[in-house]
């Protein structure tokens, strides 16, 4: 039963375009997220992948914070969108991933021109 129930979990998720690209270990960990993303229920989980993050204290970029932002922007939730850019550039920053935390800054920069948080993360660079 084991095998069928994780064949058709991996068939789901290959179906859905939101969370091709996630790491294997990040999807067998958060298996109400999944399926609140198989059920198209893109309210519920962002919020679980808020609360995922917060456990987790905003320690990593990609995985749960890469499919967050993809949810905040279904949702067109641009205020939550922002906040977790800026999370995922200063995550990025501190994973010395220099390259991308520069792409990250540039679309902060033009999402958010004068903010503050952006241009306190720019000095981080």
């Known amino acids: 039963i ?14 859905n375009s ?59 939730d641009a205020e939550t969108f922002v906040m977790l850019k800026k999370c995922k550039c200063e995550c990025l920053i501190r994973e010395g991933k220099r390259e991308e935390a520069e792409a990250e800054l540039s679309d902060l920069e033009e999402m958010c021109p004068g903010d503050e948080e952006v241009e306190a993360l720019r000095n981080m660079v």
């Open 18 to 76: 939101m969370m091709r690209g996630l790491e294997r270990d990040v999807l067998e960990e958060n298996p109400e997220i999944v399926a609140a993303v198989c059920a198209e229920e893109y309210l519920e989980a962002a919020n679980l992948c808020l609360d995922r993050l917060t456990e987790e204290k905003w320690q990593k970029s990609g995985g749960i914070l890469e499919l967050a932002l993809t949810l905040a922007a279904v949702l067109e």
């Open 2 to 15: 084991y095998s069928k129930a994780e064949t058709a979990i991996r068939i789901l998720i290959e179906q």
